[in-house]
């Protein structure tokens, strides 16, 4: 049984080391094999995002951790920074029930919508979210923020080609 609860402070620690062990999936993706041993969220920035309100974990039963999703409340969107599930219990809905609590978030936020950005190609990303309602977003539709943010993620280094910006309306 897995519970979706707001992140608390103490959660912190454990966010960093499911970050990484979610990323291992992109060992087995042609060109991306580098993610894996990438950078993760500090247990500083999960601290921050703690205090903004807007981070949720994934709960076994026996109140082990598995999973997080973290995002930030802009005018126009709760957008979600990221969404990570240790990879022992991948393929199992839990992803989709941290974005239906981003969702609910958002709601009661007034948030209009929810936005991230991920990769195109890669089945657990811009396909993944498709199928949860996602729209993927051209250019004209980027608006500044979505655009800002994809210049970031091109200046870290992650190959912009291969990135989107998604939207997902209520």
């Not at 499911?18 to 094999?33: C, N």
């Not at 005018?75 to 609910?104: C, M």
Request: with cysteine; glycine share 8%; proline share 6%.
């Amino acid at each position: 049984m897995i519970r979706i609860r707001p992140t608390s402070p103490c959660d912190a620690p454990a966010l960093p080391g499911i970050e990484r062990s979610s990323g291992e999936i992109f060992r087995q993706w042609a060109g991306l094999e580098w993610i894996a041993d990438d950078d993760v969220q500090s247990e500083e920035r999960h601290r921050a995002l703690i205090a903004d309100g807007v981070a949720y974990v994934a709960a076994l039963e026996g109140h082990e951790i598995v999973a997080f999703l973290n995002g930030t409340v802009t005018p126009d969107a709760l957008h979600i920074w990221q969404v990570a599930v240790r990879q022992d219990q991948q393929g199992q809905g839990i992803g989709r029930q941290l974005i239906e609590a981003a969702q609910r978030h958002a709601v009661e936020h007034g948030a209009p919508s929810l936005t991230l950005t991920t990769f195109r190609d890669v089945p657990w990303n811009e396909p993944y979210y498709r199928r949860l309602g996602f729209i993927t977003l051209d250019g004209g539709q980027l608006g500044p923020r979505l655009s800002a943010v994809l210049d970031a993620e091109k200046q870290a280094g992650l190959p912009i080609a291969r990135r989107c910006a998604m939207r997902k309306t209520r």
